[in-house]
């Protein structure tokens, strides 16, 4: 049966960010890089969508077009689509690879956390009193406290505040496939707890590994290499992906 090797991008990024570390596997899987809607050459989503419309189009055409064997690679939102296919127990799916994933509350009460309240707060205040300031204030609020992906949002900036807010713990208890986790040290996004804390969802399940002073983008320049590396070796711990040397 056919072996296929599916890697799903970034918010705002597109297909070509992980290209590098597909090519690193074309000589033993059939690799699929997949633009996801509203990026890349791909069309806009409709408003309604949240991760689990893109998990139903992408688990869509897994099952019409890719007979066989299925090993997902996630990074960040595209792990997080990935996560709810898992969560779908579908019996091709034969592993995740999860690169600096989010979806997860963080725990206990950080000033990083009391902040984001906060600001939160502010805005349903701007916005509730908009029909008498206008939307100079909104404005003010999305200039000083947007993050760098919501002001690029533009016509997805509705979607993404969804996504933000969504916790996937329960797609991790339910998913029943094996999981690699891959976190930088450095990642300020999506930092290393979170991989521990998705391990413990996954007991047994999951092999965690953190990659010294990566970020983020954990898999630009050499990077890639190296994480190619790990998926490569968690793939030989597969019984279903044999032969990926």
Same mark, same amino acid.
């Given at each position: 049966m056919p072996r296929h090797l599916v890697f799903l991008h970034g918010w705002g990024l597109t297909r070509e960010s992980l290209r590098g570390i597909g090519i690193l596997f074309q000589q033993s899987f059939r690799v699929h890089l997949i633009d996801l809607p509203g990026f890349g050459e791909a069309p806009p989503p409709p408003a309604d969508w949240d991760t689990v419309s893109y998990a139903d189009l992408v688990e869509?055409? &897994?099952?019409?077009?890719?007979?066989?064997?299925? @090993?997902?690679?996630g990074h960040s939102f595209g792990g997080r689509v990935a996560l709810r296919i898992a969560a779908r127990r579908q019996t091709y799916l034969a592993g995740v690879a999860l690169? =600096? @994933?989010?979806?997860?509350?963080?725990?206990?009460? !950080?000033?990083? #956390?009391? #902040? #984001?309240?906060?600001? $939160?707060?502010?805005? $349903?205040v701007l916005t509730m009193m908009r029909?008498?300031? +206008? %939307?100079?204030?909104?404005?003010?609020?999305?200039?000083?406290?947007? !993050?760098?992906?919501?002001?690029?949002?533009?016509?997805?900036?509705?979607?993404l505040v969804r996504?933000?807010?969504? %916790? &996937?713990?329960?797609?991790? $208890?339910?998913?029943?496939?094996?999981?690699?986790? @891959?976190?930088?040290?450095?990642?300020?996004?999506?930092?290393?707890?979170?991989?521990?804390?998705? $391990? %413990?969802?996954?007991? =047994?399940?999951?092999?965690?590994?953190?990659?010294? /002073?990566?970020? /983020? /983008?954990?898999?630009? +320049?050499? +990077?890639? /290499?190296?994480?190619?590396?790990?998926?490569?070796?968690w793939l030989g711990t597969l019984a279903q992906v044999p032969d990926v040397h």
């Open positions: 869509h055409y &897994l099952a019409t077009l890719l007979p066989g064997t299925i @090993v997902l690679v690169l =600096g @994933v989010p979806g997860l509350p963080a725990r206990g009460w !950080s000033r990083a #956390r009391l #902040r #984001r309240s906060g600001i $939160r707060w502010l805005r $349903r029909p008498i300031t +206008g %939307d100079r204030p909104l404005a003010w609020h999305t200039a000083r406290f947007g !993050s760098r992906d919501y002001r690029a949002a533009g016509p997805l900036r509705t979607l996504t933000v807010n969504e %916790d &996937l713990s329960d797609s991790a $208890r339910q998913a029943a496939c094996p999981f690699l986790l @891959v976190y930088g040290t450095d990642d300020t996004e999506t930092p290393p707890w979170l991989g521990f804390a998705y $391990r %413990d969802l996954m007991p =047994g399940r999951a092999t965690l590994d953190l990659l010294p /002073h990566k970020d /983020h /983008h954990l898999y630009g +320049g050499t +990077g890639a /290499h190296l994480c190619a590396f790990k998926i490569r070796q």
